[in-house]
């Protein structure tokens, strides 16, 4: 009976190990391993705020806002890290990569983009000065080869504090009016196609089901249309 009973106390503590050591690996496994870079970024990207440090003389600028947000996201994919390796020798950096990517930076104009041939990664970005002192800071960062992803996503930056904060109502309002769904089953957020504006301040925005486009158009504070 001893050893019936020292038999049945083993099997139980087998299980147990088991079901614990399962549950473990449970908690060890990361659900957005394996996902697209993009989708990660969007993903939390309405819970992040970023720290932009302004250059010494305390202008601001769109580097600052590229190189803040590469920064933050620089586990995303290789394209924030080439965002800083061309930020930090732009010369050197189009010497040794210019066939590969395309860069256009205006600082002027508030403009960056960065593109490349390969696997079909582009980051663009463009801010537009608010009558409060603020600026908005649109993204969009698009991955066709992979995840047919195309985030448009905008920021507040507040000068007094230094810090991007996710434009949540004004991004989701541009989604739900002009966005479409992605053909890649593992994303569950809105494509949304847009041109930023090299010069001017209005936004162009890709209508992807009839290949059209229009245009929303800036009031000082946000675009008209999406009010």
Request: hydrophobic letters at 35%.
């Amino acid at each position: 009976m001893n050893i019936l009973k020292k038999l049945v106390f083993l099997l139980i503590a087998s299980l147990i190990c088991g079901a614990a050591s399962f549950l473990t690996q449970a908690q060890d496994y990361d659900e957005d391993e394996y996902l697209c870079h993009i989708i990660k970024f969007r993903k939390a990207w309405a819970r992040k705020t970023i720290n932009v440090t302004p250059t010494r003389d305390g202008s601001i600028g769109v580097k600052d806002f590229a190189r803040a947000f590469a920064s933050t996201y620089r586990q995303n994919g290789y394209m924030t890290n080439e965002i800083l390796e061309y930020f930090a020798d732009p010369t050197g950096y189009i010497r040794n990569y210019g066939e590969d990517i395309i860069v256009d930076y205006k600082p002027n104009n508030g403009y960056f983009v960065i593109q490349s041939y390969g696997d079909g990664d582009s980051f663009e970005m463009c801010y537009w000065n608010r009558n409060n002192g603020h600026k908005l800071v649109g993204i969009h960062w698009g991955q066709e080869i992979d995840c047919d992803a195309f985030f448009t996503v905008f920021y507040d930056y507040d000068p007094n504090t230094s810090t991007l904060v996710p434009e949540v109502n004004l991004t989701q309002k541009l989604e739900q009016n002009y966005g479409h769904r992605s053909s890649y089953e593992d994303n569950p957020f809105i494509n949304v196609l847009v041109h930023f504006p090299v010069t001017g301040k209005d936004l162009t925005v890709l209508l992807y089901s009839s290949n059209q486009s229009i245009t929303l158009h800036w009031d000082g504070m946000t675009f008209t249309e999406l009010q």
